[in-house]
């Protein structure tokens, strides 16, 4: 695998510290996969399993330039090492190759990520056309339409309500889309699932501020418009607003970038992610959808048979192993860490399956604490590969019972015109040198 996140492993032939037909490392299922509780029971059990034998104790230590030169001094604001100079966003445009402006996205590098928050600067983006310069003290929110009394919302009025924080995950209805394509598109983990993040958003609960502008019983739908360019507009169920929607005004603690929607946004946790709307400007209450553009010609589910699902908003389970996979290479036989990342938009995961031979046969991941609702999931699953050919993948289950189907499944259910809303299982092929590919299996 690559330097990121490689555990030291242990040669075929030095595999008797490992039990692999009773204890606590037995394997579980086919290809290797050993007994979750290896992460589960602390870390001595886990280095009991992953040591190699044989390390030399160190005797000496180097004394290398940078203990005796020192370098560098702080900066207003903090960047990486520059030895994580390939941990980028990419590709720049999907659709503009100069992403200067009109639309775009980015996507964020999940393989080389760890835990369940995405930096600020990892995060995805998308843009229908082009990011807004815009000025704080001169933007308003706008609350009208089916109420009592039409608001206006300065940030600084805005600012001065409690406050509330969640961590949670967008994804855009259109991530993993390509995996309906008739052959596996030569992608990897960030370039086939990269439209999704989780992050720490704080902000004012819209309940709250519904309330203050009394809402009209005839009120069931509000529509949510943005101040970019495009002027992108989504109905959202008045349930859903009163539940946990949000005003966000702050991304991990600061405040939200240009690019994912400063000033404000809107944030409808477990929903497509062009209905969080950026740069959000005015919210109208009304009595039905207002059939814009993006919930017409756009993020509906093409169904066979002429029919459209145009209302499903709400983002099914999905997971995907992000170490190992393409462009990560494995580096001989021995015990590896399986690693990935697992979100529901009806709530929390309950759990992550694994497979190491096709989905023959699964053994349950350890899940990552804490395991919060609507957010990403961070899984681990020990394998002791022995160097022959394996195909790698992963299936939640979250909270409500619903399992996350296979491409087969999928694509019975709903065929293969739609491109939104794809949440299959995603396989990697592990071949006999040790690299990794996408495959249909």
């Known amino acids: 695998m690559s330097k990121r996140g490689d555990l030291d492993k242990l040669p075929a032939q030095d595999l008797g510290s490992v039990n692999t037909m009773s204890g606590d490392h037995e394997v579980v299922a086919g290809g290797g996969l050993l007994h979750r509780r290896i992460f589960l029971q602390g870390g001595g059990l886990a280095a009991a399993a992953f040591?190699?034998?044989?390390?030399?104790?160190?005797?000496?230590?180097?004394?290398?330039?940078?203990?005796?030169n020192p370098e560098g001094y702080f900066s207003g604001y903090g960047a990486p090492s520059r030895f994580e100079a390939?941990?980028?966003?990419?590709?720049?445009?999907?659709?503009?190759?100069?992403?200067?402006?009109?639309?775009?996205?980015?996507?964020?590098?999940?393989?080389?990520?760890?835990?369940?928050?995405?930096?600020?600067?990892l995060h995805f983006e998308i843009t229908h056309n082009g990011i807004p310069d815009i000025d704080p003290d001169a933007h308003r929110?706008?609350?009208?339409?089916?109420?009592?009394?039409?608001?206006?919302?300065?940030?600084?009025?805005?600012?001065?309500?409690?406050?509330?924080?969640?961590?949670?995950?967008?994804?855009?209805?259109?991530?993993?889309?390509?995996?309906?394509?008739?052959?596996?598109?030569?992608?990897?983990?960030?370039?086939?699932?990269?439209?999704?993040?989780?992050?720490?958003?704080?902000?004012?609960?819209?309940?709250?501020?519904?309330?203050?502008?009394?809402?009209?019983?005839?009120?069931?739908?509000?529509?949510?418009?943005?101040?970019?360019?495009?002027?992108?507009?989504?109905?959202?169920?008045?349930?859903?607003?009163?539940?946990?929607?949000?005003?966000?005004?702050?991304?991990?603690?600061?405040?939200?970038?240009?690019?994912?929607?400063?000033?404000?946004?809107?944030?409808?946790?477990?929903?497509?992610?062009?209905?969080?709307?950026?740069?959000?400007?005015?919210?109208?209450?009304?009595?039905?959808?207002?059939?814009?553009?993006y919930e017409t010609s756009r993020y509906s589910l093409l169904?066979?048979?002429?029919?459209?699902?145009?209302?499903?908003?709400?983002?099914?389970?999905?997971?995907?192993?992000?170490?190992?996979?393409?462009?990560?290479?494995?580096?001989?036989?021995?015990?590896?860490?399986?690693?990935?990342?697992?979100?529901?938009g009806a709530g929390k995961v309950r759990k992550v399956e694994v497979s190491a031979d096709g989905g023959q046969s699964w053994a349950e991941a350890a899940l990552s604490e804490p395991v919060l609702s609507k957010a990403l999931t961070r899984f681990r699953m020990p394998w002791r590969w022995d160097g022959g050919p394996a195909v790698l993948q992963s299936r939640v289950t979250d909270e409500s019972g619903y399992v996350q189907p296979t491409r087969d499944a999928l694509i019975a259910e709903r065929g293969q015109k739609n491109f939104y809303h794809c949440n299959c299982i995603t396989s990697w092929a592990v071949d006999a040198e040790g690299s990794v590919a996408h495959v249909y299996a």
């Open 51 to 68: 040591a190699a034998p044989g390390i030399a104790r160190a005797e000496t230590l180097d004394v290398p330039a940078w203990t005796k």
């Open 86 to 121: 390939d941990v980028q966003r990419g590709p720049i445009g999907d659709q503009n190759p100069l992403y200067a402006s009109g639309p775009g996205g980015i996507r964020a590098p999940i393989h080389a990520l760890e835990g369940m928050i995405t930096p600020n600067g």
């Open 141 to 293: 929110l706008v609350i009208h339409g089916l109420v009592e009394r039409p608001l206006s919302f300065s940030l600084d009025a805005l600012s001065r309500y409690p406050m509330t924080s969640r961590v949670t995950f967008v994804e855009c209805a259109g991530n993993s889309g390509a995996l309906v394509r008739p052959t596996a598109v030569p992608g990897n983990a960030q370039t086939l699932h990269g439209l999704v993040s989780c992050a720490e958003w704080t902000g004012v609960s819209l309940a709250v501020l519904l309330a203050e502008a009394g809402v009209d019983p005839k009120a069931k739908w509000l529509l949510a418009e943005a101040a970019d360019p495009s002027s992108v507009s989504r109905s959202i169920p008045i349930a859903k607003a009163m539940d946990d929607a949000m005003i966000a005004l702050y991304q991990n603690g600061e405040r939200i970038r240009p690019s994912n929607g400063y000033p404000m946004r809107l944030l409808v946790p477990g929903y497509q992610g062009n209905m969080n709307v950026k740069w959000l400007r005015q919210l109208k209450l009304t009595e039905a959808p207002m059939q814009t553009r």
């Open 303 to 344: 169904l066979d048979g002429g029919r459209v699902a145009q209302y499903k908003f709400q983002l099914d389970a999905k997971s995907v192993i992000v170490r190992p996979s393409p462009g990560m290479g494995m580096n001989g036989p021995g015990l590896y860490e399986i690693s990935g990342i697992a979100w529901s």
